[in-house]
């Protein structure tokens, strides 16, 4: 099977943020600095107050508010960061062969073409796949996947004869999107 397809700026940026929304360990990082922060706020904005010797509940109430304004926003805002860093990386003179034609050939092994690429990976270094609305995301190692773009199949068959090729080598159903 041979596939032939265009890698975007936007698959980047919708691989980055499938990671960051599906990862467990980024998930556990956010919730803790959303605790820490709004505890931080709350019990520093009160320590200060009452060092000011303006604690009130006017005050208290205004740090719970700005406590709850940076639990609540912390996703949106990390989830940002991740849109604009990997904007950013993309944009680096020596991250520009990432984007554009690619050709995927699923044969003895996976071969991957793209410009100033060529790599060949066993199907057995397949350690998980994802998928969102529109990729599936190859995971070669821990950070690394190789993007398919839905757009790459001439038919719903020929998807899934890709999806289950590759997965053929996946014992734990849990790894698999």
Known sequence: ?????????????????N???????????????????????????TALMYWVKGLSVLSVLVYLALAALCFFGTPWYMKRKVVKNTARILN????????????????????????????????????RTASDAGHYYVFVDELS???????????????QDFYNRITANIEDEALKC
């Open 145 to 159: 996947a190789i993007i398919v773009p839905f757009t790459a199949f001439a038919d719903e068959v020929q998807k």
């Open 1 to 17: 099977m041979e596939l032939h397809y265009e890698i975007t700026k936007q698959d980047y940026i919708d691989f980055s943020l």
């Open 19 to 45: 990671y960051f929304e599906n990862n467990a360990m980024v998930q556990r990082s956010i919730l803790i600095t959303r605790i820490a922060t709004a505890a931080l706020v709350v019990l520093g904005g």
């Open 92 to 127: 680096n003179a020596r991250n520009k062969q990432l984007c554009g034609p690619k050709t995927l050939t699923l044969g003895e092994e996976i071969d991957l073409k793209g410009e100033n690429e060529h790599t060949t990976y066993a199907y057995t270094a397949v350690q």
